[in-house]
């Protein structure tokens, strides 16, 4: 991806679908910086804010990760602000790993209900680490259960910075047939009054 050093006023680039940015991090200084807005996109859809990518700026190459996306309130696929952290090897960062859920159809079939209550965690790796989420299993658990994030599994290399009892999901009984079935009772009751 390339960037460029930021000339222009900021609104004259987002109209020319650019986004205004600063590059910042270890042995530069931070520098105010544009990419097009449909690289970038690309870019933060292939390596999000989990993993690390090299960028060009001028005639250097940087190897930098997505700290952090400042979108627009009322339309979040319009981005407004990036801040582009570079590191260099051996560096430790801190991101929030998305949490995907597998076998949520599987249990909703059989009349459960899976509420997730964590979208990310936040853990701590090298940047040569390649992290994209952190799964979760949930075919084969039953209603009444609760994960926490002590629960996850999270692969070697990788610290957890959240706190771990905090609920990721839990399970429970569909109660939608139940209240139908009470409702027809009802209608049944009235009807022959």
């Known amino acids: 991806m390339n960037l460029e050093k930021r000339v222009k006023k900021v609104n004259l680039l987002r109209r020319n679908k650019i986004i205004p940015g600063v590059l910042f991090g270890k042995m530069i200084e931070p520098e ?6 449909k690289a970038f ?6 390596y999000g804010y989990t993993q690390t990518f090299e960028v060009t700026l001028g005639k250097k190459k ?29 560096d430790i960062i801190k ?21 997730q209550l964590l979208d990310t965690v936040e853990l701590e790796y ?18 009444g259960t609760v994960l926490n994030v002590s629960d996850l599994e ?10 771990l009892d905090k609920v990721v999901l839990s399970i429970s009984e569909s109660r939608v047939e139940e209240e139908t079935v009470e409702e027809t009772e009802e209608e049944s009751e009235e009807e022959t009054e």
Do not use: C, W
Request: proline share 3%; net charge negative.
């Open 154 to 163: 999270i692969p070697e290399g990788l610290v957890v910075l959240e706190s």
């Open 126 to 143: 090298e940047v040569s680490t390649v992290v994209t989420n952190i799964t979760v299993d949930v075919t084969a658990l039953t209603a």
């Open 41 to 46: 996109k690309e870019a933060f859809k292939k």
């Open 62 to 90: 940087h190897k930098i990760y997505i700290k952090d996306i400042q979108a627009h309130h009322l339309n979040p696929q319009r981005f407004l602000n990036v801040k582009l952290q570079k590191v260099m090897a051996g």
């Open 95 to 115: 991101s929030n790993v998305p949490i995907v859920i597998i076998g949520k159809e599987e249990l909703e079939k059989m009349n459960m209900v899976v509420q």
């Open 32 to 37: 105010a910086i544009q990419v097009d807005e």
